[in-house]
């Protein structure tokens, strides 16, 4: 179907491999997107939701053994150890082709062979790649043109070029024995097999667009990183633009998607959503650094989204979208926990279960998702197609730390950051883990998808900031202080455009700080508290720099440190200067 002979080489391939019955190959057509859906309907892989409540959306259920990544089953595959370094699951690669190649080996006898050509970001952009997926699940399919932009448009980018990402998935037996994710960084490929699951088989998403991207930036100057993009606009129309990294549970896609306090929104402010999980950043002739978001949907966590929580992320999700692992009512409409509106009477749980209010189970997977056209969000910006992407006047890490962290502080320089950004952290809540307050260090969030040694991803960050004229500054925030009662201080979501807000000024020299042991501080008069329960003396409260509180903090950091094993020297002095910057506190 397509001329180029890379492409198709490589896809005979994997045919001769896997053995199907039959190879399509994917054009990205409306036609061919009713063709497959009818297909996945007649086979029960979709079930048709409510089309009146529910115009274009469909359901699935993934295997009761198959409903999240699979951290421990997910490795990158080198030629040496050290170049996967000690953070991430290695396998060498020779081996890995050869194991993985058994599994995969007759695969698709009696299937069809799907083969998916797309593009991570906009077209035209020097920042977009291509990938082709080889699959055999039309839920794949159907995903990654809701997640990517598939057929022609990825081919035409390509051209002749020899220059895409391969990635083979297959199902397999959706046995967790026999599953694996492995990624080839040094060779640009992704291998999945044995699930059906989003995070594991939607290989433009993590697989790609993080760990492989952060190999390919590194190799050619650029960054990939774990990042929502957001604008604000302000009442004079100027918009400014911030990359921030959270772990999970810190309200990444809340922040993305934030919706500004009543008295903002009158003055004239708006938040504009670039992206909510992924930035690729390069150098613009400029001399700052410029993000797109590589994606082309969002794949969100049902649970817990409502008009309340994130209504703007509830709104993309009215119709085009796919929702996995979540109940499914008698009048195929969908539910989930913490979906704000009452639970109905009997649905079929996640598993298919019938289901009813008074059962001890949860009707939706904790872990249930939403995948969702990014354009139809309410709040999209009108440069999420832009081929140069946008400029980015702030970096912000951030974490969930009940004690510790100030609600906000700027890095004192760019290595600072980087330091700031290596140490980063988050207390565990009962959700996660069983166990609450327990620190988890995740670095620049991205200890699960860098595709190469954090060590060397650290240096990389160090060489970049040496490579930017104009560099962002580097903040770090904690929305999560708790009082004595255990209960949030910071009012949080909109209100969080607040320190946004001083961000902003403190990166165009329009607000002052105060000079502290870890960073620069706000003046507590300059955050604004008008309309907010929070008085003068309670922000001072969660401004403040506990000498012993960060005692104890620098010896964790330490260890945390320690596990590296190319740690640039650059992020170790830096962590000493701050240790000496506590004891003189």
Same mark, same amino acid.
């Given at each position: 179907?397509?001329?180029?002979?890379?492409?198709?080489?490589?896809?005979?391939?994997?045919?001769?491999?896997?053995?199907?019955?039959?190879?399509?190959? $994917?054009?990205?057509?409306?036609?061919?997107?009713?063709?497959?859906?009818?297909?996945?309907?007649?086979?029960?892989?979709?079930?048709?939701?409510?089309?009146?409540?529910?115009?274009?959306?469909?359901?699935?259920?993934?295997?009761?053994?198959?409903?999240?990544?699979?951290?421990?089953?997910?490795?990158?595959?080198?030629?040496?150890?050290? /170049?996967?370094?000690?953070?991430?699951?290695?396998?060498?690669?020779?081996?890995?082709?050869?194991?993985?190649? /058994?599994?995969?080996?007759?695969?698709?006898?009696?299937?069809?062979?799907?083969?998916?050509?797309?593009?991570?970001?906009?077209?035209?952009?020097?920042?977009?790649?291509?990938?082709?997926?080889?699959?055999?699940?039309?839920?794949?399919?159907?995903?990654?043109?809701?997640?990517?932009?598939?057929?022609?448009?990825?081919?035409?980018?390509?051209?002749?070029? /020899?220059?895409?990402?391969?990635?083979?998935?297959?199902?397999?037996?959706?046995?967790?024995?026999?599953?694996?994710?492995?990624?080839?960084?040094?060779?640009?490929?992704?291998?999945?097999?044995?699930?059906?699951?989003?995070?594991?088989?939607?290989?433009?998403?993590?697989?790609?667009?993080?760990?492989?991207?952060?190999?390919?930036?590194?190799?050619?100057?650029?960054?990939?990183?774990?990042?929502?993009?957001?604008?604000?606009?302000?009442?004079?129309?100027?918009?400014?633009?911030?990359?921030?990294?959270?772990?999970?549970?810190?309200?990444?896609?809340?922040?993305?998607?934030?919706?500004?306090?009543?008295?903002?929104?009158?003055?004239?402010?708006?938040?504009?959503?670039?992206?909510?999980?992924?930035?690729?950043?390069?150098?613009?002739?400029?001399?700052?650094?410029?993000?797109?978001?590589?994606?082309?949907?969002?794949?969100?966590?049902?649970?817990?989204?409502?008009?309340?929580?994130?209504?703007?992320?509830?709104?993309?999700?009215?119709?085009?979208?796919?929702?996995?692992?979540?109940?499914?009512?008698?009048?195929?409409?969908?539910?989930?926990?913490?979906?704000?509106?009452?639970?109905?009477?009997?649905?079929?749980?996640?598993?298919?279960?019938?289901?009813?209010?008074?059962?001890?189970?949860?009707?939706?997977?904790?872990?249930?998702?939403?995948?969702?056209?990014?354009?139809?969000?309410?709040?999209?910006?009108?440069?999420?197609?832009?081929?140069?992407?946008?400029?980015?006047?702030? $970096?912000?890490?951030?974490?969930?730390?009940?004690?510790?962290?100030?609600?906000?502080?700027?890095?004192?320089?760019?290595?600072?950051?980087?330091?700031?950004?290596?140490?980063?952290?988050?207390?565990?809540?009962?959700?996660?883990?069983?166990?609450?307050?327990?620190?988890?260090?995740?670095?620049?969030?991205?200890?699960?998808?860098?595709?190469?040694?954090?060590?060397?991803?650290?240096?990389?960050?160090?060489?970049?900031?040496?490579?930017?004229?104009?560099?962002?500054?580097?903040?770090?925030? /904690?929305?999560?202080?708790?009082?004595?009662?255990?209960?949030?201080?910071?009012?949080?979501?909109?209100?969080?455009?607040?320190?946004?807000?001083?961000?902003?000024?403190?990166?165009?020299?329009?607000?002052?700080?105060?000079?502290?042991?870890?960073?620069?501080?706000?003046?507590?008069?300059?955050?604004?508290?008008?309309?907010?329960?929070?008085?003068?003396?309670?922000?001072?409260?969660?401004?403040?720099?506990?000498?012993?509180?960060?005692?104890?903090?620098?010896?964790?950091?330490?260890?945390?440190?320690?596990?590296?094993?190319?740690?640039?020297?650059?992020?170790?002095?830096?962590?000493?200067?701050?240790?000496?910057?506590?004891?003189?506190?």
């Amino acid at each position: 179907m397509y001329n180029n002979k890379y492409v198709n080489e490589w896809v005979e391939q994997m045919a001769q491999l896997t053995q199907p019955d039959e190879i399509v190959w $994917i054009d990205g057509s409306e036609e061919e997107k009713d063709r497959l859906t009818k297909q996945a309907l007649s086979t029960g892989e979709l079930v048709e939701l409510n089309q009146e409540t529910y115009p274009g959306c469909y359901y699935h259920r993934t295997a009761e053994n198959d409903v999240a990544r699979v951290e421990h089953l997910t490795f990158i595959c080198t030629s040496k150890k050290e /170049n996967a370094g000690p953070t991430n699951n290695w396998m060498e690669k020779s081996y890995a082709y050869a194991r993985l190649g /058994n599994l995969f080996n007759g695969s698709m006898k009696g299937r069809t062979m799907y083969v998916i050509p797309y593009l991570m970001g906009p077209p035209g952009s020097e920042f977009s790649k291509v990938g082709i997926e080889i699959t055999d699940s039309i839920y794949v399919v159907l995903n990654m043109r809701i997640m990517t932009r598939i057929g022609k448009i990825a081919m035409d980018f390509l051209g002749d070029s /020899n220059d895409f990402v391969k990635g083979l998935h297959s199902k397999g037996e959706l046995d967790p024995e026999k599953r694996f994710i492995c990624h080839f960084p040094e060779d640009n490929a992704i291998w999945s097999i044995g699930s059906g699951y989003g995070g594991n088989v939607l290989l433009g998403k993590k697989c790609f667009a993080l760990r492989i991207a952060s190999a390919l930036g590194r190799r050619e100057g650029w960054m990939a990183e774990h990042m929502l993009i957001l604008g604000i606009e302000d009442p004079n129309g100027k918009v400014e633009y911030i990359a921030a990294a959270f772990p999970s549970a810190c309200g990444k896609t809340n922040l993305a998607m934030l919706i500004p306090p009543e008295k903002y929104k009158k003055a004239g402010y708006k938040v504009w959503t670039v992206g909510d999980d992924i930035a690729w950043l390069r150098i613009g002739k400029d001399g700052r650094l410029w993000a797109i978001n590589p994606e082309a949907g969002f794949f969100g966590v049902a649970p817990g989204t409502s008009m309340k929580s994130n209504p703007n992320a509830l709104l993309t999700t009215k119709k085009n979208t796919i929702f996995t692992n979540v109940a499914l009512t008698e009048n195929k409409e969908v539910w989930w926990e913490g979906m704000g509106v009452p639970a109905p009477e009997k649905a079929l749980d996640w598993r298919g279960n019938p289901w009813t209010p008074d059962m001890d189970a949860k009707a939706a997977h904790p872990n249930s998702r939403f995948t969702a056209p990014a354009k139809q969000c309410p709040c999209i910006s009108d440069k999420f197609e832009d081929p140069n992407g946008v400029p980015i006047s702030a $970096i912000v890490f951030g974490g969930r730390r009940a004690k510790l962290a100030p609600l906000v502080y700027q890095s004192f320089d760019w290595e600072h950051g980087v330091y700031v950004g290596a140490t980063m952290a988050s207390e565990t809540t009962a959700a996660a883990t069983g166990k609450v307050g327990v620190v988890r260090r995740d670095p620049m969030a991205m200890l699960p998808f860098c595709g190469y040694n954090m060590g060397e991803y650290f240096q990389h960050w160090i060489e970049m900031g040496r490579k930017i004229p104009n560099p962002p500054k580097i903040f770090n925030v /904690n929305w999560f202080r708790l009082d004595d009662e255990g209960k949030f201080i910071w009012p949080g979501f909109g209100d969080n455009l607040r320190v946004l807000l001083w961000i902003l000024d403190r990166c165009n020299d329009k607000a002052d700080a105060v000079k502290t042991p870890i960073g620069y501080l706000p003046n507590p008069g300059d955050i604004d508290l008008e309309g907010t329960d929070v008085d003068l003396d309670t922000l001072k409260s969660i401004l403040d720099v506990n000498k012993e509180d960060w005692i104890e903090e620098l010896k964790s950091q330490e260890e945390h440190l320690g596990k590296f094993d190319k740690l640039p020297v650059e992020v170790r002095n830096q962590f000493e200067a701050q240790k000496e910057r506590i004891n003189n506190l």
